[in-house]
């Protein structure tokens, strides 16, 4: 029109539009668009809601293609939106929709923040799949989505893509594992007494004397279901992993990162190992060990009544 001392955006168009409807009026063009006395934010949200309308295409040169993790990431996020996976897993520090209904926080679903980086991908993606029990005494279950193959791999990825760690990744023991470090492991393993809280046959019960909320999964799974690296990170910090409402104990470090027993890494490590390379139930290995070691110290035993002097 007749306006001369105009920006020529489109923004400055529509705000001078918006205020003065006529402005733009010439001889020739007659404008009818009444005067609406319209407020700033009222003008804020048609200019929003107008220029929203003509998605501008960049130049290719300003456009991203969207690698395998990124998409599958952006499909993982619709989906857990989908499926309202927040109602019962607590996500990005958000306390899940399920968790008012119950007395004790630790019968929660276990969050999905890091899970990525927790599980391996092989088993991630069979448990979406078919989801299996791995804490029996639990009463909650997670329940089966039918999930289609694409479906959980997609889920898979993405949360190995929101972790920031190399997928798919499965964990496969050594057939030359380090010896020394396994049996010291184990040795560590019963030294810490680990097998009260995590059980891997309830045949005969729970444990005596247990709160089944101080129970965690079964560690037998450990190298089928966890990954090395994040298994050793979390037995050093677990509550900076896990959040402060675990109840696994800062066995080898305090929150503030002091060593707490006298080689925390040594420990660490080779318990990490004996998980890893597990070949049996944690109570077999216990009790033929302790069977081992009453056979040796009655063997040692000396009847001094047939005693030669």
Same mark, same amino acid.
């Given at each position: 029109?007749? #306006?001369?001392?105009?920006?020529? /955006?489109?923004?400055?168009?529509?705000?001078?539009?918006?205020? +003065?409807?006529?402005?733009?009026?010439?001889?020739?063009?007659?404008?009818?668009?009444p005067t609406l006395h319209l407020a700033e934010d009222e003008i804020d949200a048609l200019m929003t809601f107008v220029l929203a309308l003509d998605k501008p295409t960049l130049p290719s040169r300003y456009a991203v293609a969207a690698s395998p993790s990124l998409a599958s $990431?952006?499909?993982?996020?619709? %989906?857990?939106?989908?499926?309202?996976?927040?109602?019962? =897993?607590?996500?990005?520090?958000?306390?899940? =929709?399920?968790?008012?209904?119950?007395?004790?926080?630790?019968?929660?679903? &276990? /969050? $999905?923040?890091? #899970?990525?980086?927790?599980?391996?991908?092989?088993?991630?993606?069979?448990f979406l799949l078919e989801p299996k029990q791995v804490r029996p005494w639990l009463t909650m279950r997670m329940p089966t989505f039918g999930f289609s193959q694409e479906q959980a791999r997609l889920l898979t990825e993405g949360f190995a893509a929101k972790a920031a760690v190399?997928?798919?990744?499965?964990? #496969?023991?050594?057939?030359?594992?380090?010896?020394?470090?396994?049996?010291?492991?184990?040795?560590?393993?019963?030294?810490?007494?680990?097998? +009260?809280?995590?059980?891997?046959? $309830?045949?005969?019960?729970? &444990?005596?004397?247990?709160?089944?909320?101080?129970?965690?999964?079964?560690?037998? $799974?450990?190298?089928?279901?966890?990954?090395?690296?994040?298994?050793?990170?979390?037995?050093?910090?677990?509550? +900076?992993?896990?959040?402060?409402?675990?109840? %696994?104990?800062?066995?080898?470090?305090?929150?503030?990162?002091?060593?707490?027993?006298?080689?925390?890494?040594?420990? *660490?490590?080779? *318990?990490?190992?004996?998980? %890893?390379? %597990?070949?049996?139930?944690?109570? #077999?290995?216990?009790?033929?060990?302790?069977?081992?070691?009453?056979?040796?110290?009655?063997?040692? +035993?000396?009847?001094?009544? /047939?005693?030669?002097?």
């Amino acid at each position: 029109g007749n #306006v001369r001392d105009l920006p020529r /955006t489109k923004w400055d168009w529509l705000r001078h539009k918006l205020k +003065q409807p006529r402005a733009y009026e010439t001889e020739k063009i007659k404008l009818k668009m009444p005067t609406l006395h319209l407020a700033e934010d009222e003008i804020d949200a048609l200019m929003t809601f107008v220029l929203a309308l003509d998605k501008p295409t960049l130049p290719s040169r300003y456009a991203v293609a969207a690698s395998p993790s990124l998409a599958s $990431l952006r499909e993982a996020s619709w %989906m857990l939106a989908r499926h309202q996976c927040s109602g019962c =897993h607590p996500i990005e520090g958000q306390e899940p =929709h399920i968790a008012q209904f119950f007395e004790r926080k630790s019968r929660v679903a &276990p /969050t $999905l923040d890091g #899970v990525g980086a927790r599980l391996q991908g092989q088993y991630l993606y069979q448990f979406l799949l078919e989801p299996k029990q791995v804490r029996p005494w639990l009463t909650m279950r997670m329940p089966t989505f039918g999930f289609s193959q694409e479906q959980a791999r997609l889920l898979t990825e993405g949360f190995a893509a929101k972790a920031a760690v190399a997928n798919p990744y499965t964990y #496969v023991a050594k057939a030359n594992i380090d010896a020394a470090r396994y049996d010291r492991g184990f040795l560590r393993f019963r030294h810490y007494k680990c097998i +009260q809280c995590h059980p891997s046959s $309830l045949e005969q019960g729970l &444990p005596a004397d247990i709160d089944p909320d101080d129970l965690s999964i079964n560690l037998i $799974l450990a190298k089928e279901r966890l990954r090395p690296e994040w298994l050793a990170e979390f037995l050093a910090r677990p509550k +900076q992993i896990a959040g402060v409402q675990t109840r %696994m104990p800062t066995v080898f470090y305090t929150v503030d990162g002091v060593p707490k027993v006298e080689r925390p890494e040594d420990d *660490i490590r080779d *318990i990490v190992t004996y998980l %890893m390379g %597990m070949k049996e139930a944690p109570e #077999v290995t216990l009790k033929a060990f302790e069977e081992k070691e009453k056979a040796e110290r009655e063997k040692e +035993q000396i009847d001094w009544t /047939t005693y030669q002097y």
